[in-house]
DNA sequence: CTCTCGATGTTCT
DNA sequence: GAACATCGAGAGG
């Protein structure tokens, strides 16, 4: 199975269109063993620059958020709860931080594989952000990974036109951010897809 | 089905 | 030392 792969051009855009365009798309991992999975993207979020409360980059620039500020096409990993791994795409240009967090997403190419990282039945496999990590074994090695490469880990275009109707609203698990940024509609799913997140 | 709670490590105060 | 872009187990309805 040869799968292509989305180009910088793709993330150097502003987020929100770029968070639109992902949904359907394909995160393909390629483990050490040469295995190919595939998965597509069904749910996602959006965070935009300092000004965005919710964003890590609204402390500004630290050793963590740093992959946020470089060039878009770049993955960004932290661990959080001291537990899951979480991914993140980095968007628009140099210099200003955004990106997009992958909320779940939908086997589409050796399935059994991800059940083998990850011992669960059903849509449990992969339905929610520490899910999706778990099930196609990526981790903080991959914070600041080039997924432009085309190797280990990138983003396929979508192999048909999307079907689904986009559907958007409030993100999740961001207590902590102003009131309009709360309620900023910056979270993307698929209508009805049965693999979107739980919350 | 719902709710509550504990786990666990990194980051920032 | 608190908070954290979460998950799963276990209790109860």
Redesign the pocket.
Known sequence: MKFSVLERAFYARPTLEVAEDLLGCLLVRELPDGQQLAARIVDL?A?IGEEDS????S??R????QV?YGPPGHA?V???????H?L?LVTEEAGRPC???L??VQPLHNEEAMRAL?Q?KGR?L?????????ALAVN?DYNQWDMTLGEQLWVAPRSEPLQETIQRGP???????EPEDREAPWRFWLAENPWR???
């Open positions: 979020e965070y919710a964003c890590h980059a402390k500004g630290t050793p963590r958020t946020m960004y932290y661990l959080i709860y001291g537990l899951h979480l993140n990106g997009v967090m909320r779940a990850r669960v449990n992969c339905n929610g952000p520490g899910k999706l990590t778990a903080k993100r999740i698990g961001i207590d902590y951010a997140s739980l919350r």
